[in-house]
């Protein structure tokens, strides 16, 4: 085909043609910094273990939120259960994964006979034990962080759900709070919200004893990944839809790179958000499998 002949033919046929010719040379590269956590790494180390011994293993809630690799897991023989059917088990095998548990789920182990996997991350537990100790000693608590996610749910436990969980400081406008409050965080919680909750609490006139409570390795995430999305023309985040760490992940990636695109699989993928000989970067969540980042790039240098 010659290029004078470029304008006999359609639109699709240009793009094959450029691409052929190479001008579709996308550079694709992963952030070395992405992908799962030390927490997320245990929980499926564990679960993997048990599941080459036994064939099978019961995790109460998504082991991680991210649907590929609980869908590689449960080809394995991982099987999602959920609180009200862990009443309904006996004398088995149940992971607890790594956004911890409220203490009513190891009361109901106890009483089922129920052996407990935990591989609860140690920030958490170590969050958790902070929210107990506060509580025991009367301290009104509230928590930053996202309503009905696992690891608020168990933090809320240690209070006998008495602390306050929000996750916009808005929530907190019509509300008739004490005097003196003692705030932390979810885990995986942006740390310039969290500050900036904490100076409009202080700037409101209560009484703060603000807790830093972010996990150092999500926070990290929070200073690299600006770095690492201005090198690139483009950047595709990979994550799943339900994590929490991912979205706040994916807006610090969108802030300093506009052109930043937010896929959970390959399929989500597509032509239009690509031009020749783009630079591509592509990061995820802590809970984002590395071997799912290496799919979505190959799929993009077959684009």
């Given at each position: 085909m010659k290029l004078e002949s470029i304008g006999e033919i359609g639109v699709y046929e240009i793009r094959v043609y450029l691409c052929i010719m190479g001008a579709y040379n996308l550079k694709v590269t992963i952030d070395q910094d992405s992908g799962f956590c030390f927490g997320v790494v245990y929980a499926i180390d564990m679960a993997e273990e048990i599941l080459a011994q036994d064939g099978y293993l019961y995790c109460l809630g998504d082991i991680v939120h991210n649907d590929e690799e609980v869908e590689r897991l449960k080809a394995l023989g991982l099987r999602i259960i959920e609180h009200t059917e862990l009443k309904d088990l006996r004398n088995e095998k149940v992971l607890i994964r790594a956004h911890g548990e409220a203490p009513d789920t190891y009361r109901t182990a106890l009483e089922n006979n129920i052996t407990l996997i935990d591989a609860s991350c140690p920030v958490v537990l170590k969050l958790q034990n902070r929210i107990k100790t506060s509580?025991?000693?009367?301290?009104?608590?509230?928590?930053?962080?996202?309503?009905?996610?696992?690891?608020?749910?168990?933090?809320?436990?240690?209070?006998?759900?008495?602390?306050?969980?929000?996750?916009?400081?808005?929530?907190?406008?019509?509300?008739?709070?004490?005097?003196?409050?003692?705030?932390?965080?979810?885990?995986?919680?942006?740390?310039?919200?969290?500050?900036?909750?904490?100076?409009?609490?202080?700037?409101?006139?209560?009484?703060?004893?603000?807790?830093?409570?972010?996990?150092?390795?999500?926070?990290?995430?929070?200073?690299?990944?600006?770095?690492?999305?201005?090198?690139?023309?483009?950047?595709?985040?990979?994550?799943?839809?339900?994590?929490?760490?991912?979205?706040?992940?994916?807006?610090?990636?969108?802030?300093?790179n506009p052109n930043t695109y937010f896929i959970s699989s390959t399929d989500e993928l597509e032509l239009s958000m690509f031009s020749p000989n783009d630079t591509v970067g592509i990061a995820g969540a802590t809970s984002t499998p590395l071997w799912l980042m290496e799919q979505v790039k190959a799929a993009i240098e077959q684009l």
């Open positions: 509580f025991d000693q009367n301290e009104k608590i509230l928590i930053f962080g996202k309503h009905g996610h696992a690891e608020v749910v168990g933090l809320q436990g240690q209070t006998n759900n008495e602390a306050l969980v929000f996750q916009d400081i808005a929530e907190l406008d019509n509300m008739e709070l004490p005097q003196n409050i003692t705030l932390y965080s979810q885990t995986t919680k942006s740390m310039e919200k969290f500050y900036n909750v904490k100076d409009e609490l202080i700037a409101r006139g209560y009484n703060l004893k603000a807790n830093d409570t972010i996990c150092r390795q999500v926070s990290n995430r929070d200073k690299d990944l600006p770095k690492f999305a201005t090198r690139f023309d483009k950047i595709v985040f990979v994550s799943g839809k339900k994590s929490s760490n991912g979205k706040v992940l994916f807006e610090v990636c969108r802030k300093h």
